[in-house]
């Protein structure tokens, strides 16, 4: 089962995020617990979706997510668990954001959800990626393995460079009055 039409995602307080997902291909959803393996306990909002997982069955399968509402010229940071307890069948995938393969990877392709994702912990990240002109980010997946399945996302707006050094010179401000009153 795909969910075709956007669905608004909410943040992990529960307030709407004005983001929305919607997923298109091939798609299958799974009720089975206990996929977190290394990310049990480490990896904080993103394991309770870890217990679940969307999949694509058979090799050369290809799915797709897509982030929408998200400022066009902003950069995010995009983190995605991959994590599977069984290792009888190859779990091997490439995953693409925005035409990129994975920043937290060597060689950027095959990750293997069981020996990456379940044994290692090893999220694969994204440091900056840029939605298109209409605030939407692409996801591709491609079974290159008997599976390729994602357990969770994880998306956060990268601080601007300005804002960043503002704080610095608060922080600055601050020590020097601090030092002053002594």
Known sequence: ATAETPVPLVSANGVPSGVSIALSGAWESSGLANQSGAFAGTQPGLEPGAADYFFLRDSDTEGTITLSGLTADRPYRLEIVSSANDSSR??????????????SLLNGDDYDSYQDG?????????NHVFPDIDGNILIEVTAT????????IRLMAV?????????ALGLLVLAANGR???
């Open 90 to 103: 190859d779990r091997l995938q490439d995953i693409l954001v925005a035409g990129q393969l994975a920043d």
């Open 145 to 152: 393995g008997a599976f390729a399945q994602l357990n969770a």
């Open 118 to 126: 379940y044994l290692d912990g090893s999220l694969l990240v994204w």
């Open 159 to 167: 601080p601007e460079p300005g804002t960043a050094v503002l704080f």
């Open 180 to 182: 002053r009153r002594r």
